[in-house]
């Protein structure tokens, strides 16, 4: 089964603007991590963020978290043709010995 | 550092045949995945090592799929018999565990 569902499921801005992706989960978390996956190829890490933090940033990349929701949100700034992708969550379940969960992805596409 | 390696890149093969896929994780990584990828779905965990033992395997079809881990480095993932359902993109990743997941470029398997 899988345990992160992103939301929205398909997600079309300017270049420019702000895309915010969201992942929610049902059961308690070590850690949370989104990957990209540009069509035909393997998926990228782009940001790991653990149980005890609630925000973090990389770059453009701003990952929140919230443990009592069960949910956390992927914002990319200033986004740029080369964003569109497929961005997915992945939870690392507490109960489970580092089984990795994927939700079905956000498909992104950043108009030029 | 040299990446996760993947082979074949792409496979066709007839119903009720059978394949194999083979993997070599980055140097290091004790944990090994294997995930199949259906066009338009996120990644599903088919199987979890930690070096050459089996950590998660439940969502493995066990009565046509096995995959095995030798002296806890390169891994090989086989099909048999294979049914139409089955194709799909079959991702293989690694990782220190706990951390993130580095993946490899996937087998696109077709079966007719």
């Known amino acids: 089964s899988q345990q992160g569902e992103e939301d929205p499921q398909a997600l079309s801005i300017q270049e420019g603007e702000n895309a915010t992706m969201n992942c929610s989960y049902k059961t308690s978390i070590n850690n949370l991590q989104w990957y990209r996956q540009n069509s035909g190829r393997g998926l990228v890490h782009l940001i790991l963020i653990r149980s005890n933090e609630r925000e973090k940033h990389s770059g453009r990349l701003r990952v929140t978290l919230d443990t009592s929701k069960k949910s956390s949100s992927l914002l990319i700034t200033a986004s740029r043709a080369a964003d569109t992708a497929s961005y997915f969550c992945?939870?690392?379940?507490?109960?489970?010995?580092?089984?990795?969960?994927f939700g079905a992805g956000t498909r992104l596409t950043v108009k030029p | 550092e040299a990446g996760v390696a993947q082979s074949p890149r792409y496979k066709i093969i007839e119903k009720r045949q059978s394949v194999a896929f083979w993997c070599n994780p980055i140097s290091g990584h004790a944990t090994l995945y294997w995930y199949q990828q259906i066009l338009g779905q996120g990644p599903k965990l088919l199987i979890q090592?930690?070096?050459?033992?089996?950590?998660?395997d439940s969502q493995l079809p066990k009565d046509r799929f096995s995959a095995e881990r030798l002296k806890g480095v390169d891994s090989t993932l086989k099909i048999q018999p294979a049914k139409l359902e089955d194709s799909a993109v079959y991702l293989c990743?690694?990782?220190?565990?706990?951390?993130?997941?580095?993946f490899g470029p996937g087998t696109r398997l077709t079966v007719t």
């Open positions: 990743a690694s990782s220190f565990p706990r951390y993130e997941q580095y």
């Open positions: 992945a939870t690392d379940g507490r109960h489970n010995n580092n089984d990795m969960r």
């Open positions: 090592f930690q070096n050459n033992g089996v950590v998660d």
